[in-house]
């Protein structure tokens, strides 16, 4: 099956939920959850054995997912994400090697910034679409919305540390295309494999661009 190109990562979905999976045996159904709740862009990390395993599955089980590789920090990294099916990668920081094995992947990519400069540097190099991490951490609404101003073009997906008390705030801010976040993915739901309640904690997560909707 070949899957329709993605234009932005940023306007999938309000949200897109950071997946840690250490069983790929989970990933179809807890994809299948989250579509059915309306989030369709899933981000799995490469923080566990499971992940290229779980990205594979996701592409070839749930075709309305939009599956990506979250944690890519290198050009191996950048390769096998997308051999497994990734259709779109996101990392936390970025280097100018690893840019570069991003904008030869063929697929959209979200580098992470955290300071004035990196987003500057990525303008230079025509990169308008980044993840702010760690976003709270890093200043949160406050500093997006103080970087609104000066640099029009940069367009963000917050992420670290956001909840769903906090997303609405992050979504209102007109530089901000979607959040991730984990809030809809509660240890205790995996563990039990309650895909039901991550269906409805998605479905909530998937109407905060409905309630901050900016005019």
Do not use: H
């Amino acid at each position: 099956m070949t899957s329709a190109p993605v234009a932005s990562v940023l306007d999938l979905a309000p949200v897109i939920p950071v997946v840690v999976l250490d069983d790929a045996a989970d990933a179809v159904p807890l994809a299948r959850a989250l579509v059915a709740g309306g989030l369709p862009a899933i981000e799995v990390t490469l923080r566990t054995p499971a992940a290229m395993e779980a990205i594979r599955a996701i592409a070839a089980e749930v075709p309305d997912a939009v599956v990506g590789a979250g944690t890519v920090i290198t050009a191996d990294a950048v390769a096998g994400s997308v051999k497994a099916g990734a259709r779109f990668l996101v990392s936390p920081g970025w280097t100018e090697a690893l840019l570069t094995a991003m904008r030869d992947s063929g697929v959209p990519f979200l580098p992470g910034v955290s300071t004035t400069s990196e987003v500057v540097a990525l303008l230079e190099r025509g990169v308008t679409e980044m993840k702010f991490f760690p976003a709270e951490a890093a200043g949160g609404t406050a500093y997006l919305k103080s970087l609104a101003g000066p640099l029009p073009g940069a367009r963000f997906c917050p992420t670290g540390g956001i909840t769903a008390e906090k997303a609405p705030s992050y979504l209102a801010l007109p530089n901000v295309g979607c959040v991730g976040g984990t809030w809809m993915l509660p240890a205790d739901a995996l563990a039990a494999k309650d895909w039901d309640r991550v269906e409805s904690l998605a479905r909530e997560a998937s109407a905060l661009r409905e309630t901050t909707r900016r005019p």
